[in-house]
């Protein structure tokens, strides 16, 4: 019997790659999304969707009692690291949420859930580099969140024997073929990508005086079809485990900002800014334990990830009021 499964947060960036991959696998697919930031039209039309929130627990129930669900992709979340550590009640929510979906697991027996979390759960390393085995410790309030949902879909299954994947995800960047655009950007490559076609005026280096070879942080970036390939994988891991999700290669912010300007063929315009507090010189992972328990390589490079990119923003520019741009990439 065909299996069927809930993706929460799937008509967002990584979400809607996710439920698109799964309806090509031939399972069932409800996606449960609040469009805070998510767009309904990414949502794959062979599934179902519902517009409502984790913590609307009546309205997230209604979904369980509708319909068989066999497994959970729980991408939900609010996830800007800076908003996090001014507005905590709002990051909260995502230990609410995550707390409401386990209940309803137990009540309607679902047994396994495939958790989307964060490098951030570390916080700063010494060495750079991070395993599965590393201290965990967050610099900030959404990588605390993600520690304690963390720690609560663990203690689930120790009290009710559900299953779980526990994906760590680093600097996750990439198309996934939908062309979409982060309508309040956060991360690092749609944000110089903006820059380049006009949106923001200036991009903004934080730090330039790490122990780094170009004094710029570095971080490990992970293509978005590299990263839903290792969540398909895991539907048929037996074991529970934490896996990290990474290339192994770190890039620093100038080597991102001189590769995206070679590539498009743009002049940047950037500005270097003092060092935040809680960012670190470098992180990156070891893949290895992805590797041995899944079979998963990374297949994408960095070069990619910046074309696809730039190709999803040149084509969504003239929506948001911007005049779209031609890609002109050099390879």
């Known amino acids: 019997m065909t299996k069927t499964i809930l993706v929460t947060g799937g008509a967002g960036y990584i979400g809607s790659v996710a439920v698109k991959r799964v309806c090509d696998k031939n399972f069932n697919v409800i996606v449960l999304d609040n469009l805070s930031k998510g767009k309904k039209f990414l949502v794959d039309e062979r599934a179902k969707f519902y517009e409502t929130d984790l913590i609307n627990k009546l309205e997230l129930e209604k979904i369980f009692q509708e319909n068989q669900i066999d497994i959970i992709m729980h991408f939900a979340g609010y996830k800007a690291v800076g908003e996090s550590m001014t507005n905590p009640s709002k990051y909260s929510e995502n230990i609410t949420g ?98 380049l076609l006009g949106k923001r005026e200036k991009f903004l280096v934080y730090g330039k005086n790490y122990p780094t070879k170009d004094g710029t942080g570095i971080r490990d970036y992970i293509d978005v079809n590299d990263l839903i390939e290792s969540h398909i994988l895991s539907l048929n891991l037996p074991t529970n485990e934490i896996i990290n999700l990474g290339t192994n290669k770190g890039f620093s912010v100038q080597e991102l900002i001189d590769t995206t300007e070679k590539i498009t063929g743009k002049k940047l315009n950037y500005e270097y800014k003092e060092q935040r507090k809680g960012d670190c010189a470098k992180l990156i992972t070891s893949n290895s334990k992805a590797t041995n328990l899944l079979g998963w390589q990374p297949q994408k490079n960095i070069e990619d990830m910046i074309k696809s990119t730039y190709r999803a923003y040149c084509k969504n520019m003239a929506p948001t009021g911007f005049e779209p741009a031609t890609p002109r990439l050099k390879v």
């Open 98 to 195: 995550t707390i409401n979906l386990l209940d309803l697991m137990i009540k309607y027996n679902v047994k396994k859930i495939i958790y989307s979390s964060s490098a951030a759960v570390y916080g700063k390393s010494e060495s750079g580099i991070v395993t599965e085995e590393s201290p965990t410790n967050p610099e900030n309030y959404y990588g605390f969140t993600k520690l304690i949902c963390e720690n609560l879909i663990k203690w689930y299954s120790k009290l009710h024997n559900l299953n779980y994947v526990i994906l760590r995800y680093f600097n996750v960047a990439g198309d996934g073929g939908l062309n979409y655009t982060d309508p309040n950007a956060e991360n690092v490559l749609p944000i110089i990508i903006e820059t």
